[in-house]
């Protein structure tokens, strides 16, 4: 069985992924934006395909799913401007964030030498 311990410590940043994709999700509710729709809706889509995507990589690395993860981070930035929802503090600061760090982190592990990844 493989150890999920060193497989977490050498995908940590596939793991911070994960945990800001399920952080998104439930973000509308602890940030007290969840009545208003634009916002929920986009938090709680992005927030399901990052955690899945970064699931995926912790499971089985491929590139790919970094650089989905890259755009739906660059798409979190820009979104509460394109969806006209940057009046709600909270839902924008969140989604910027968010955004930020996700983007940051799945270029990072992208553009790392194919030999961090290999299977544990």
């Given at each position: 069985m493989i150890n999920i311990g060193k497989r977490l410590t050498?995908?940590?940043?596939?793991?911070?992924?994960?945990?800001?994709?399920?952080?998104?999700?439930?973000?509308?509710?602890?940030?007290?934006?969840?009545?208003?729709?634009?916002?929920?809706?986009?938090?709680?889509?992005?927030?399901?395909?990052?955690?899945?995507?970064?699931?995926?990589?912790?499971?089985?690395?491929?590139?790919?799913?970094?650089?989905?993860?890259?755009?739906?981070?660059?798409?979190?930035i820009v979104s509460p401007f394109l969806l006209g929802f940057g009046m709600e503090t909270h839902a924008t600061w969140n989604q910027i964030?968010?955004?930020v760090i996700v983007g940051a982190l799945a270029i990072w592990s992208a553009v790392k030498p194919r030999t961090a990844h290999r299977a544990m």
């Open positions: 050498a995908r940590w940043k596939d793991a911070v992924n994960l945990v800001l994709g399920l952080w998104l999700i439930i973000s509308p509710w602890a940030l007290n934006f969840v009545l208003v729709k634009t916002p929920t809706w986009n938090a709680w889509a992005v927030g399901v395909v990052i955690a899945v995507a970064a699931a995926a990589a912790l499971i089985a690395f491929n590139k790919w799913e970094e650089w989905v993860e890259a755009a739906l981070g660059a798409w979190l964030i968010v955004g």
